[in-house]
């Protein structure tokens, strides 16, 4: 066997793809006693045939499971939905934003990504956080047009995931390389589309990376989270609509939903923060909030606004801009980059994989075979 077998690797694929020990058993016909040994014991010596199957069967490459992985330290991670999102799910979505920072360590070699900029303001209330971001970022007091490439160009890496529940919004991890430096990594649901439902996601998740200490999360008592989370909430609100500007405009709106939808369309924001922060702001008292949001309720807009379909949010673009970058100016060609990617990035992947989670267009890195119908199979070869 080409290498040391790496247990961690064998969490990390049965996490993603949601399988427990008995389900692979149960798919691969090996004892349970064995995977249990495979996946908690790091000095363990596998039966290559055996490590070879469970690789088919959890569709990773088989050098997967042979690498050591990337000097790379994995912090607790945010979840929007903590409280009531399944573990399962949490930790498969985790071993994404994991292999998603590694295939950026690797990326970094080549491409000069912004730098990070995000400043830490743990000492201050959100609201006030929310108002010296925007300054230090020279947002002014005006709408955010997208969420995405701002944090993009701030150091902070967007990935869009495929979940398999509706349960999952958005979710941060942070890491932490070799070499000292931090790297945030923020993915959120594409069963989300709407720009207004993404941007308060989006600005939720730099709440707590502005706000929040990220040793221990998972530890955290639920009181202790909840206030947290409303913590986020409480900046994310600021930061897309800041005081100044959204009280001119509640002043002069018509306090409807259809008044409420105009507000929408021009701060990119759903219904539901806006009246949340005219509610926090003194604009309309909690008697007037209920019976807007029993109003959107009875009108069945409560989940699915008006303009959700019509505000979409721009897809993130620096990690699939870098590949494509490497590979039109021929650094790479797409089987060299697969191999750099294994052999210098310690990361063996599909190139299916790599595009699903870079989000890249298909096709980007798997060899293309042309598909020639009108070619036939020569008689004397059918006999055989």
Known sequence: MKGKFNNQRLKDAMELRCMSITELSQSTHISRQTITEYRTNPECNPDILKIKHIAETLNFPFSFFLEKGLPMKSNAAYFRSQLTTKQYYRKAQQVKLKLIASIYDFLKEYIEFPAFNVPVYANLKPENA????????????????NMIPLLEQHGILIVCLETETDAIDAFTQRFSLDNGDKIYVIGY?????????????????????CLHDWQEVDELEREEFKSREQEANSFASAFLLPEKTILRDLD???????????LKRKWRTSIAALLMRANRLG?????????????MQKQGIRKQEPLDNELITAEPSIL??????????NVFDRNDFMNALTYEGCISLYPEQVEELLGLQKGTLQTKILDFNHLLLKQKLKTI
């Open 130 to 145: 929310a108002e010296q971001l925007r300054k230090e970022w020279g947002l002014g007091e005006r709408p955010i047009e």
């Open 189 to 209: 649901s594409a069963n989300k589309k709407s720009a207004s439902r993404v941007h308060f996601d989006l600005a939720h998740e730099l709440g707590h990376i």
């Open 252 to 262: 002069t709106c018509d306090l409807s939903i259809k008044g409420y939808s105009k």
């Open 283 to 295: 604009v309309i008292d909690n008697m007037a909030y209920k019976d807007m949001i029993i109003r």
């Open 320 to 329: 699939k801009t870098a590949v494509n970058l490497l590979l039109s100016n």
